[in-house]
């Protein structure tokens, strides 16, 4: 993985504290269970053995990639209020014909998918996310998502 990874700032220093926690907690542990498997003797049919190796290498892969992204890691800081949503930025969009409005962090892919009670943590590459990156608060949006197309205006930058 060398595509530049988007994340806030608060989003790096929980992957830094996933890593620690992988490294120095979880990996000790799978090395302790995987030495004492084997002290039981015969591997071949050592299901204890077999479980910890794999998750062993769960968690090597895990490190990898969190590694891999903190290296190619593009910190943005939450975007202040402004004329247009940019990665970071906090947008409230109302949707035309739906009477529902939303309220959106937009954030890089490694982060999006949680909500903080108030804001939904979208993608920049999401539908939506995509939709109102570089728009103004007035303007009207179209968003092609896999549900049809929907149209949203732009409510607040926040």
């Known amino acids: 993985?060398?595509?530049?990874v988007?994340?806030?700032?608060?989003?790096?220093?929980?992957?830094?504290?996933?890593l620690d926690e992988l490294k120095f907690v979880?990996?000790?542990?799978?090395v302790e269970r995987i030495k004492e498997a084997r002290a039981q003797g015969d591997l071949s049919e050592n299901a204890e053995y077999e479980a910890a190796r794999n998750e062993h290498s769960l968690i090597e892969g895990e490190i990898a990639e969190i590694e891999a992204k903190l290296k190619n890691a593009k910190?943005?800081?939450?975007?202040?209020?402004?004329?247009?949503?940019?990665?970071?930025?906090?947008?409230?969009?109302?949707?035309i014909g739906l009477?529902?409005?939303?309220?959106?962090?937009?954030?890089?892919?490694?982060?999006?998918g949680t909500h903080d009670g108030e804001y939904y943590r979208i993608s920049n590459e999401s539908p939506v996310g995509?939709?109102?990156l570089y728009s103004k608060v007035?303007?009207?949006v179209e968003i092609h998502a896999p549900g049809g197309v929907k149209k949203a205006k732009i409510i607040s930058i926040d």
């Open 1 to 4: 993985m060398n595509e530049q």
């Open 6 to 18: 988007i994340l806030t700032r608060q989003g790096y220093e929980d992957l830094e504290k996933k």
């Open 26 to 30: 979880k990996r000790p542990e799978i």
């Open 75 to 95: 910190i943005i800081d939450d975007a202040a209020p402004g004329d247009e949503v940019i990665t970071g930025s906090k947008v409230t969009v109302s949707y």
């Open 99 to 112: 009477n529902r409005t939303d309220k959106y962090e937009i954030v890089g892919t490694t982060e999006s």
């Open 130 to 132: 995509k939709a109102v």
């Open 138 to 140: 007035g303007d009207v």
